[in-house]
């Protein structure tokens, strides 16, 4: 994305202001004087232009409909299959202890081309339950990680929730699990000589809608309240689902991707080999040129639903990454625009390409706010 003169001055005078007061402060630190009483200064970034030439809701909901449209296009959604009918088949089923049933489905996502997934569904119920799609990292058998079957248990999503009352799909990425390719997992290349047209992204979201549909076909299922969640992979999946179907009521991303400003690592969006997210970019890439929609207007594509971004400084590029914080607060722009503020959080935290405790926790309860009634969450007074 090229900036205008405009803008670049205009950045470039924020920053010099930001130096200069920041000089003055640290000298008069250093020589012992008092620190002045000041107002805040305006934060001014790049990211500003989320919300250039809006004015008021009724003009951001116009911008808004033209990044839906730079949004698909990014995606190359025009370039989907003809969706089939699902065709859902159960091939495994387990209660697990004695807490909720796990079941290994499958389902046609394209004429010649089966999605598997893992489904969890409660074994306690009074009614229609929320449900949650939960979508696993770069792993190879990554939806078998997601319902606690192998390797990390911090990333055991669908036996977490469904132990929290949700119903959960656990899908399986497009070139992982039942369908890694012979080149290896998470190896693109048959995909776009079948597609040479569409992403991956777009493949991956419109497989993910599709496990919406599953969900939204279950009699179990409380329509209403649909949630999303994820972790690397996962976690810009999660981003990209929230944007693409509104039928996402909830949404967070844990350690999603870095955007593609300020990213000196942005060509790893258009590799020329092994996985490929946006193999029509890449000319662009290497003349210098980004795409014309960002993160910040692809996430703010959610609002005025609910979304939590969950990221860490120190995941890769300490500078890019807090970017991201001069990102997430023009998104809550946005949402304050919306006048749904309640609906965006974001927890930046220090423990790296992780999802700890306090992070799974917070992005449950994030579910658990937004999804579930408001007395799930309600405190209460000690009688005496």
């Not at 919300?51 to 008021?56: A, Q, R, S």
């Not at 990014?74 to 697990?96: A, F, G, N, S, W």
């Not at 998104?331 to 790296?352: C, K, S, T, W």
């Not at 579910?367 to 005496?384: F, G, N, Q």
């Amino acid at each position: 994305m090229i900036f205008s003169p405009a803008l670049r001055a205009t950045i470039a005078s924020a920053c010099l202001l930001s130096l200069v007061v920041s000089s003055s402060l640290n000298a008069q630190d250093r020589d012992g004087s008092k620190r002045p009483v000041s107002d805040p200064p305006v934060i001014e970034s790049s990211w500003d232009d989320l919300l250039e030439g809006v004015t008021d809701q009724e003009s951001w909901l116009a911008h808004k409909a033209v990044l839906k449209q730079r949004y698909l296009d990014l995606i190359r959604d025009e370039y989907k299959p003809e969706q089939p009918p699902l065709d859902l088949e159960v091939h495994e089923e387990t209660v697990v202890d004695g807490a909720y049933v796990r079941r290994l489905i499958s389902y046609q996502v394209e004429a010649d081309e089966r999605a598997h997934a893992y489904l969890g569904i409660p074994l306690e119920r009074a009614g229609k339950l929320p449900a949650v799609v939960a979508l696993h990292g770069t792993y190879p058998q990554g939806a078998r990680r997601a319902a606690g079957l192998e390797d990390n248990p911090d990333k055991a999503y669908l036996d977490h929730l469904c132990r929290r009352g949700y119903i959960v799909i656990a899908p399986e990425h497009f070139v992982s699990g039942h369908r890694i390719p012979p080149e290896g997992d998470y190896d693109t290349t048959r995909f776009h000589q079948k597609h040479p047209e569409w992403t991956a992204v777009g493949k991956f979201t419109y497989e993910h809608s599709i496990a919406i549909d599953v969900l939204c076909g279950m009699e179990e299922v409380d329509a209403d309240n649909i949630g999303v969640l994820g972790h690397s992979l996962g976690g810009h999946g999660t981003m990209f689902l929230a944007a693409y179907d509104e039928r996402v009521k909830a949404a967070a991303g844990n350690c999603a991707a870095s955007f593609f400003r300020h990213n000196s690592g942005v060509t790893h969006w258009s590799r020329d080999h092994w996985y490929v997210y946006f193999k029509h970019i890449r000319p662009g890439l290497l003349e210098g040129e980004l795409p014309n929609i960002d993160f910040h207007e692809i996430m703010a594509l959610t609002a005025p639903r609910a979304y939590l971004d969950v990221s860490a400084l120190n995941d890769g590029n300490p500078l890019t990454q807090r970017q991201r914080a001069l990102m997430l607060m023009r998104v809550m722009d946005v949402y304050e625009l919306e006048e749904q503020p309640e609906n965006f959080a974001f927890f930046i935290h220090g423990r790296a390409h992780s999802v700890e405790h306090e992070s799974r926790q917070l992005i449950y309860a994030w579910m658990d706010t937004h999804l579930k009634p408001a007395e799930a969450t309600e405190t209460k007074l000690v009688e005496e």
